[in-house]
């Protein structure tokens, strides 16, 4: 379980040490996102995180300039090193680079099937929309009927899983969910689904049902590692044996509190703080979740 407010959690007889969380990620050499957002949120749920470098982005924290993926061997042979040696709960998958290393951790995830895998789709809109597109073709073909979990903002999600809808009405979540789950994904959740005066929505569906939903205010402030953030420290709550909807309810209150103590390290967004509960503010008794607050994803970033 994740900590509530903004102390850090006590020790506990009870905790679950040794759960490890496997993530495949590009390094950001801005710490925004990446796989400085997924380790640093795996750990504050209590989680080990086993880190898989798929490649490195040239980026700021105001915009993603190039990214350099590499090659597939070497992805599949940093993960075969830790899945040999260490008892793996969960496989958390962001941006991998290319479709071979997309293939390449298909493979993978499918020699352990019994074990849950989160997918994070991030907005590239940033990318050449060719390379974005067979990289997102990869990903409908090999991953999603492999992934547990489908967790992306609701513009990011809508024109990959329904390139086609000719509605008026925007795709719902449980529209989104349905065409996740006819490759073959059980559950989805939708993020930042706009809603009338400054609210927004996250919803997660099946295609049967909505599990649970919650409408909250935007902040202001634009911000970038977002995405990464939720979706790693989800992953880690899963691997932990959490419950999902309540893993959901988790994820996003820590990642409410993050956005609460968001910095503006450089000239550009402004960036979670992923280890808000560690600091010591004084304010013990100002500690409760922040229930209409919410998030805004900066449309260039990787973690819709």
């Given at each position: 379980m994740i900590p509530s407010t903004t102390t850090p959690p006590p020790p506990d007889d009870d905790s679950l040490p040794g759960v490890c969380a496997l993530t495949f990620n590009a390094n950001d050499p801005?710490?925004?996102?990446?796989?400085?957002?997924?380790?640093?949120?795996?750990?504050?749920?209590?989680?080990?995180?086993?880190?898989?470098?798929?490649?490195?982005?040239?980026?700021?924290?105001?915009?993603?300039?190039?990214?350099?993926?590499?090659?597939?061997?070497?992805?599949?042979?940093?993960?075969?090193?830790?899945?040999?040696?260490?008892?793996?709960?969960?496989?958390?998958?962001?941006?991998?680079?290319?479709?071979?290393?997309?293939?390449?951790?298909?493979?993978?995830?499918?020699?352990?099937?019994?074990?849950?895998?989160?997918?994070?789709?991030?907005?590239?809109?940033?990318?050449?929309?060719?390379?974005?597109?067979?990289?997102?073709?990869?990903?409908?073909?090999?991953?999603?009927?492999?992934?547990?979990?489908?967790?992306?903002?609701?513009?990011?999600?809508?024109?990959?899983?329904?390139?086609?809808?000719?509605?008026?009405?925007?795709?719902?979540?449980r529209d989104i969910a349905m065409a996740a789950n006819a490759q073959g994904v059980p559950y989805t959740l939708v993020t930042g689904i706009a809603l009338p005066d400054q609210y927004v929505e996250n919803t997660l569906a099946t295609a049967n049902t909505v599990i649970c939903s919650s409408k909250i205010e935007r902040f202001e402030a634009v911000f970038t590692g977002a995405g990464d953030t939720l979706s790693a420290a989800l992953a880690a709550l899963v691997a932990s044996g959490t419950e999902l909807s309540e893993s959901v309810n988790e994820a996003l209150n820590y990642l409410d509190n993050c956005l609460e103590g968001g910095f503006q390290p450089g000239m550009g967004q402004v960036l979670p703080d992923r280890l808000f509960w560690a600091r010591d503010d004084g304010n013990e008794d100002d500690d409760e979740s922040n229930e209409t607050s919410s998030f805004e994803i900066a449309p260039n970033d990787t973690r819709h």
């Open positions: 801005s710490g925004a996102g990446g796989l400085s957002a997924d380790i640093m949120a795996i750990a504050s749920m209590g989680v080990h995180a086993l880190p898989v470098v798929t490649g490195a982005y040239a980026r700021d924290t105001a915009e993603i300039v190039d990214h350099f993926p590499l090659d597939d061997e070497a992805v599949t042979e940093q993960a075969r090193a830790a899945l040999e040696d260490i008892a793996v709960q969960v496989f958390k998958v962001g941006f991998v680079g290319s479709p071979e290393n997309v293939s390449a951790i298909a493979e993978l995830a499918s020699d352990y099937a019994d074990v849950p895998l989160v997918l994070y789709m991030p907005n590239l809109g940033w990318w050449q929309e060719d390379r974005a597109d067979l990289y997102q073709d990869a990903c409908s073909e090999l991953l999603l009927p492999l992934t547990t979990l489908l967790v992306g903002n609701h513009s990011t999600l809508s024109r990959w899983l329904l390139p086609d809808w000719e509605q008026e009405r925007a795709p719902s979540a």
